[in-house]
Antibody, heavy 113, light 111 residues
Framework: QVQLKESGPGLVQPSQTLSLTCTVSGFSLTSYNVHWVRQPPGKGLEWMGRMRYNGDTSYNSALKSRLSISRDTSKNQVFLKMNSLQTDDTGTYYC???????WGQGVMVTVSS | DVVLTQTPPTLSATIGQSVSISCRSSQSLLHSNGNTYLHWLLQRPGQSPQLLIYSVSRLESGVPNRFSGSGSGTDFTLKISGVEAEDLGVYYCVQGTHAWTFGGGTKLELK
């Protein structure tokens, strides 16, 4: 069955870089898109970016200068890297399939010194 | 960037009551390919979001048919015909016609 699972550090220092991994199973990254979505505590969802099945990427214009999404199809993994983190980047980070049909459980990231 | 405005921000309902949530877009969501990429999600407390409705009005597999979606262009509506306790949470619309953006959410709570 389709599953997605996020992994990464729970705590990142201000100005540092966040690196997250989304490991998928049950589908091929060369056939389906994967989105990254985040949610500050107690707030709404924010679309961050997408890895398309063909390797193309698209980003939220507000995050584009700090964000990079890549993948390793042999490992069924999609990666998120975001630099210059600040406290308002604290929140839960999700990966989801291209149809928003399947979601990971999310990973909580706290930006604090 | 496309802005999705959801109203109301909070909705209080009794069990069995029918309710509607509006999602208005700052631009038409009709894609040049003829599709409209407007979906509805529900996030229950402490859970990841789940897809309810895709492409305006298509019910996701396994979702009860008390949920329905309608609309076109810039105005869209999610209707719940007879709220049940398991429907409580925050509802989001999301569009993919112009990149991707989420609405601000509508919290459905018990009156």
């Amino acid at each position: 069955q389709v599953q997605l699972k996020e992994s990464g550090p729970g705590l990142v220092q201000p100005s540092q870089t966040l690196s997250l991994t989304c490991t998928v199973s049950g589908f091929s990254l060369t056939s389906y898109n994967v989105h990254w979505v985040r949610q500050p505590p107690g707030k709404g969802l924010e679309w961050m970016g997408r890895m398309r099945y063909n390797g193309d990427t698209s980003y939220n214009s507000a995050l584009k200068s700090r964000l990079s999404i890549s993948r390793d199809t042999s490992k069924n993994q999609v990666f998120l890297k975001m630099n210059s983190l600040q406290t308002d980047d604290t929140g839960t980070y999700y990966c989801t399939d291209g149809y928003f049909d399947y979601w990971g459980q999310g990973v909580m990231v706290t930006v604090s010194s | 960037d496309v802005v999705l405005t959801q109203t109301p921000p909070t909705l209080s309902a009794t069990i069995g009551q029918s309710v509607s949530i509006s999602c208005r877009s700052s631009q038409s969501l009709l894609h040049s390919n003829g599709n409209t990429y407007l979906h509805w999600l529900l996030q229950r407390p402490g859970q990841s979001p789940q897809l309810l409705i895709y492409s305006v009005s298509r019910l996701e597999s396994g979702v009860p048919n008390r949920f329905s979606g309608s609309g076109s262009g810039t105005d869209f509506t999610l209707k719940i015909s007879g709220v049940e306790a398991e429907d409580l949470g925050v509802y989001y619309c999301v569009q993919g016609t112009h990149a991707w953006t989420f609405g601000g959410g509508t919290k459905l709570e018990l009156k």
